[in-house]
């Protein structure tokens, strides 16, 4: 008979959670500690942050009494009399564990050498004033990786607010702007005309900046024809002709550093990036940054024809995008993706000035979420 009764209780408490049938279906588990963790009474109004320190308690909660009511769960906590309420709806979306739905996470579209011609070109102007523009430019920077801004202003500013649009500019130890052009004392091959092989930017830092803007304001010289690849789709054909390869390549740590007279950094990064979904996130590749691998030297022998495989497929004409980069255009993409390299060019023909800065892959992803509105706390 107690059987019976319980199994037609919506509601069961046990000492550290109880169940409760959702939906007309089976009855599901849910813990005290989390429960009384996420009442809506938990959490700023104004600032929507968590105000309920669940560490203060002098035990563990339990709920002295629970009930269905209005389609909500009606708690009454033991210890202090509280009172929580939780729409059956938000429980039933809690009640599988996984992680929270985030829109940012969106498919990406693998692309190849082709793709200048099809390359998404949005104006300064209109992402800085229309919001479906500027919606499009940031789904394009989540999708392809790659865009470019036409019509920048021909001034330190401009690029300081395109990056404010996505973000703040982020400092690097070499500054928080730089400019890309002849140097008389170099500390980088940017700063020289010599090619710059492909490559991301600043695997040396423990957390390469995500997104870059490199806006141009000066190209007349002969040469220097910009290099750009999409390492996602370099990193999926891997993946696809020799798994054993990709999987070495996403597994290790390797060495990076980057050495002058002011400065010494080190560190260790994976070549082919995943994200928590399994899919290629991006790649960290420089390999005139490459420390020496300091891993033993049997596992050198599988690793190192691996990291040269990936490291040709790269520079396959099929994957590499050549194209030149005009003054008052920036290409705004996705540093932890896209590999990209200069040309040679003959430094006395002309001029050329790039002028670039960061912003991190955190804020573009925010920037889409309130964009989609959906937040935790969207209406």
């Keep these: 008979m107690a059987t019976l009764a319980a199994a037609i209780q919506p509601i069961v408490l046990h000492d550290t959670g109880l169940e ?45 009494s629970a009930e269905i009511a209005n389609n909500a769960l009606v708690i009454e906590w033991s210890h202090d009399g509280h009172s929580s ?19 940012a996470i969106l498919p990406r579209k693998h692309w190849l050498g082709d793709h200048y011609a099809k390359m998404a070109r949005f104006t300064f102007d209109a992402v800085s004033t229309d919001r479906a523009t500027f919606k499009a430019w940031v789904h394009t920077l989540l999708t ?14 401009g690029l300081t607010d395109a990056a404010n649009l996505l973000g703040f500019p982020r400092p690097t130890f070499f500054g928080l702007y730089f400019d890309v052009k002849i140097h008389a004392d170099p500390d980088n091959l940017a700063y020289t005309a010599k ?14 900046p995500g997104v870059q803007f490199l806006h141009c304001r000066r190209n007349s010289v002969e040469g220097g024809e910009s290099l750009f690849v999409d390492g996602a789709a370099a990193a999926a054909e891997l993946r696809r002709t020799h798994p054993a390869d990709f999987r070495l390549l996403c597994d290790t740590l390797v060495p990076f550093y980057n050495e002058h007279d002011a400065y010494d950094m080190r560190a260790r990064q994976r070549v082919i990036e995943l994200d928590d979904q399994g899919d290629i996130a ?28 990936f490291g040709r497929l790269l520079q396959d004409p099929r994957f590499v995008m050549r194209f030149r980069l005009n003054a008052g255009e920036c290409i705004v993409f996705d540093n932890h993706r896209i590999v990209h390299a200069r040309a040679a060019f003959v430094a006395d023909s002309g001029e050329r000035h790039m002028r670039g800065t960061y912003t991190d892959r955190g804020e573009l992803r925010s920037r889409w979420r309130k964009l989609a509105g959906k937040g935790r706390f969207s209406a």
Excluded at 144 to 157: A, C, E, N, W
Excluded at 284 to 309: E, G, I, K, N, W
């Design 20 to 64: 409760i049938a959702l939906e007309r279906g089976p009855r599901h588990y849910f813990n005290y500690h989390w429960l009384r963790d996420n009442c809506a009474t938990s959490f700023d109004p104004e600032t929507r942050e968590r105000v309920y320190d669940i560490f203060a308690e002098p035990g563990a909660p339990h709920a002295a």
């Design 85 to 103: 309420t939780y729409p059956l709806a938000w429980l039933a979306a809690h009640a599988v564990p996984k992680p929270r739905h985030d829109p």
């Design 195 to 208: 090619a710059l092989e492909l490559h991301t930017d600043v695997p040396a830092e423990d957390m390469p």
């Design 144 to 157: 392809d990786g790659v865009t470019i801004l036409d019509g920048m202003p021909d001034s330190d500013q």
């Design 282 to 309: 991006g790649v960290t590749m420089s390999q005139h940054m490459a420390d020496v691998f300091d891993h033993d030297q049997r596992f050198l022998d599988a690793y190192y024809p691996a990291f040269c495989r």
